[in-house]
């Protein structure tokens, strides 16, 4: 059992940044899993926009991004960043970080996942 926990949404201008934290916790010892980043429009399907193989894997992105949003991990705290530059109102939405073993191919896939974030709301103003 996976127990993940977001932080940092918040408020910002249209290009502007923030950083968005995730923590996958456990009673037993977990590696090699992936973590991932969704963010979800009210009314609209959730979308995968980064994910990453904990253990020195290298990141997955959603295409849409355009380079703006960069997937990082500590590791040790079984944490991940997900830096977003350059935001703009179109990425207002709620952002949810999941965890789980699945497929390098389905990384991206939020039905693949089982343990799932409360979400953290990020608003971009024009």
């Known amino acids: 059992q996976l127990v993940v926990v977001e932080s940092g949404g918040g408020s910002v201008q249209a290009g502007g940044s923030l950083r968005l934290s995730c923590t996958a916790s456990s009673s037993v010892s977990i590696d090699q899993y992936y973590m991932a980043w969704f963010r979800q429009v009210e009314g609209k399907d959730r979308e995968g926009i980064a994910a990453i193989r904990t253990g020195g894997g290298s990141p997955d992105y959603a295409d849409s991004l355009n380079g703006r949003f960069t997937l990082s991990e500590d590791s040790d705290k079984n944490t991940v960043f997900l830096q977003m530059n350059c935001l703009n109102p179109e990425d207002t939405a709620m952002y949810y970080c999941?965890?789980?073993?699945?497929?390098?191919?389905?990384?991206?896939?939020?039905?693949?996942?089982?343990?799932w974030g409360q979400g953290t709301q990020v608003t971009v103003s024009s």
């Open positions: 999941a965890a789980g073993w699945v497929l390098s191919t389905h990384s991206l896939l939020p039905d693949v996942y089982n343990h």
